[in-house]
């Protein structure tokens, strides 16, 4: 009978099972890198935008054909290096994102629901990844850039409950306020998506529409989709100081929720100015790209409102 020494015997499950539940106390600092990544990377892509990179790499997933890198030579400018720049921080992103799926997946203690969403940031970059190589071989196609834009947001949406949820329980959610309050909560959310939709279609119609040759890429007026666009965001607004006030008037014990509303104010007021003002100044390239982090920072606050609404045991 021969015996097998500790060197040569397999790696059980249970081993694999202690690692990972050793490795779970890292669940929160992936988290939230995971949601600053999907912020910053909308930075990035919109520096590509900003500055006409968009074609700075001209094939996907080589930067050039036969070159994975862009190279440098005396007639090379920029724009490869930014878009390839964006390329790498979603390689990034993508690493990130399959350590935070890792970890989530494997809490077996935790609810089917909070383990799948665990999943949506990593399906969520290689969707993105696809779209963004099929973006460079439509020759930035308005509609396939705004998609990739929209889809961020709900990539940023999703990491910022994913991190909310990780902090609860999974009991059955309780609610912390009356049923009116939470009606106008979700009338929040739908709000903001005309919001999204139409900063989209404004950025696509003016002159940083990512095409250094065309100043536009969408046939609209705009100054009028401008004035839907402002006119979508205080619609917004309204139902943010409607949802602020009945927060207040709840009981005290709602104080994360007033947290959670107060910070989406001073965010959307913050928002607001940066888009007049850049409106009033004729479109500043930095003002352009403040707006987009601020559109993205108010998406993860947004998301982040309903959930401070109830509790989990």
């Avoid at 991190?163 to 009356?178: A, I, M, N, T, Y």
């Avoid at 979700?186 to 404004?202: E, F, H, N, S």
């Amino acid at each position: 009978m021969t015996t097998q020494t500790p060197q040569d015997a397999p790696t059980t499950p249970g081993t694999v099972g202690r690692w990972l539940d050793s490795a779970r106390r890292f669940t929160t600092p992936a988290l939230v890198a995971n949601l600053v990544a999907q912020i910053v990377i909308v930075g990035t892509g919109g520096a590509v935008r900003l500055t006409g990179s968009g074609l700075g790499c001209s094939t996907w997933p080589l930067c050039e054909p036969g070159e994975f890198t862009p190279s440098f030579h005396e007639a090379t400018s920029l724009h490869p290096f930014i878009e390839f720049g964006n390329r790498t921080l979603t390689g990034v992103l993508g690493v990130i994102a399959i350590v935070v799926a890792v970890l989530v997946w494997s809490a077996r203690d935790r609810s089917t629901s909070y383990r799948v969403l665990g999943l949506v940031p990593l399906f969520g970059v290689v969707f993105q990844a696809v779209l963004g190589g099929i973006t460079v071989l439509v020759d930035l196609h308005p509609a396939v850039v705004g998609s990739h834009l929209l889809i961020s947001m709900v990539l940023i949406a999703a990491s910022a409950v994913l991190l909310d949820r990780s902090r609860e329980g999974d009991g059955v959610p309780v609610p912390r306020v009356s049923a009116k309050t939470r009606i106008v909560s979700w009338a929040l959310m739908v709000a903001l998506v005309p919001v999204l939709v139409l900063g989209v279609v404004v950025t696509g119609a003016g002159p940083h529409s990512g095409d250094s040759e065309v100043g536009y890429r969408f046939a609209v007026d705009p100054a009028h989709i401008t004035q839907f666009h402002s006119a979508s965001v205080w619609v917004f607004t309204a139902l943010l100081v409607t949802l602020l006030v009945m927060v207040y008037r709840t009981s005290p014990r709602v104080d994360r929720a007033r947290q959670a509303v107060v910070l989406l104010l001073v965010v959307t007021l913050a928002q607001g100015l940066i888009g007049y003002v850049q409106y009033f100044t004729g479109l500043p390239e930095v003002l352009v790209a403040a707006h987009m982090i601020g559109a993205a920072m108010l998406t993860a606050g947004a998301a982040r409102v309903p959930l401070a609404l109830r509790c989990r045991a």
